[in-house]
């Protein structure tokens, strides 16, 4: 499977984006989504996640802001980030849990990232 980012950009401070994990080169439909992000100089820190039931999970300093959400028809997950503040600025990647897509390896569940993209907030 391959997983890519999207959405990212500059947006000033109380601004709005949508970010797009996009899974692509498999027949599964992914499990669980989870978005990370990495300031710089700073370690990567969980944002967001759902799992395969729709359950949502955030990190406190973005709860109520983002909103997590899946397309399993596409095969997607989107972050939608409202009331963006400044220290928002980070590096936003995905990470996708999704089972094999062959007869001998549907069992085994694998991880993958995407490359990531910025998100930058200005003040």
């Known amino acids: 499977a391959q997983v890519v980012e999207s959405g990212g950009g500059l947006v000033q401070a109380g601004g709005s984006l949508q970010l797009t994990c996009a899974v692509s080169e498999t027949t599964v439909t992914f499990n669980a989504v989870d978005w990370y992000r990495q300031a710089p100089g700073r370690e990567r820190e969980f944002v967001a996640g759902?799992?395969?039931?729709?359950?949502?999970n955030y990190a406190f300093p973005v709860k109520d802001r983002f909103t997590i959400s899946r397309d399993n028809a596409n095969n997607a997950a989107y972050l939608n980030m409202n009331t963006l503040k400044p220290e928002d600025t980070a590096v936003y990647y995905c990470?996708?849990?999704?089972?094999?897509?062959?007869?001998?390896?549907?069992?085994?569940?694998?991880?993958?990232w995407g490359q990531g993209t910025q998100v930058t907030v200005s003040s």
């Open positions: 759902i799992n395969n039931g729709g359950d949502t």
């Open positions: 990470n996708v849990a999704i089972y094999g897509d062959t007869s001998e390896n549907r069992d085994t569940m694998y991880r993958y």
